[in-house]
């Protein structure tokens, strides 16, 4: 079963838009990761975030972790239409080898 | 480096044949993961290797199921005999070890998408 949910399901905006994805978790983790997944192709790590971390930025991307409340977000800002894509948040809960998938949130950035 | 590499990319094939997917993991690599992905499910794990050792197959479905890893740069998932419902895009991921103060971070192939007619 899936460790993370993502929310929304689905997002649709405009280029130059800023986008936030949340993903809530019920187990406790040592850390959360985020994914991007093209169409038809594998996914990419984009940001990894630890237990003990509040908050990640890389590049546009801005991750936040709140553990109290199971849940994480992240953040595009100013997006692309390069940034259309589907977006997993995984977990990796404490004593585990393995990462648990949700089942994504797909974005899509309109021109 | 050249990442994970999966073959085939796309199999078609009819219900009851044997069907064998690839991966070659990243080199220095000694985590291996199987996933299945389809549209109603998403990301199921099916069996992960360390140091080429089955560690957890609990999530492979059946006994039609099978995976090896021979040794560091070659793994296997085999599907006797296919079903329909085995239809689905198949990924290999590689890590390193989190022993070694890597936190989990996974490498994905491209994935080998799987039609059973």
């Known amino acids: 079963s899936q460790q993370g949910e993502e929310d929304p399901q689905a997002l649709s905006i405009q280029e130059g838009e800023n986008a936030t994805m949340n993903c809530s978790y019920k187990?406790?983790?040592?850390?959360l990761q985020w994914y991007r997944q093209n169409s038809g192709r594998g996914l990419v790590h984009l940001i990894l975030i630890r237990s003990n971390e509040r908050e990640k930025h890389s590049g546009r991307l801005r991750v936040t972790l709140d553990t109290s409340k199971k849940s994480s977000s992240l953040l595009i800002t100013a997006s692309r239409a390069a940034d259309t894509a589907s977006y997993f948040c995984a977990t990796a809960s404490r004593g585990y080898s393995t990462l648990t998938f949700g089942k994504g949130t797909m974005l899509l950035v309109s021109p | 480096d050249a990442g994970v590499i999966q073959s085939p990319r796309h199999e078609v094939t009819e219900m009851g044949q044997e069907v064998t997917l690839r991966c070659k993991p990243i080199?220095?690599?000694?985590?291996l993961f199987w996933y299945r992905q389809t549209m109603m499910r998403g990301l199921e794990l099916l069996i992960y290797f360390n140091n080429n050792v089955p560690i957890d197959d609990s999530g492979m479905p059946e006994d039609r199921f099978s995976a090896k890893m021979p040794n560091a740069s070659f793994s296997t998932l085999k599907i006797q005999p296919s079903e329909p419902r085995d239809s689905a895009v198949y990924f290999c991921?590689?890590?390193?070890?989190?022993?070694?103060?890597?936190?989990?971070?996974?490498?994905f192939g491209e994935g080998s998408r799987l039609t059973v007619l």
């Open positions: 991921a590689s890590s390193f070890s989190l022993d070694r103060g890597y936190t989990g971070e996974l490498f």
């Open positions: 080199s220095g690599h000694d985590y």
């Open positions: 187990t406790s983790i040592n850390n």
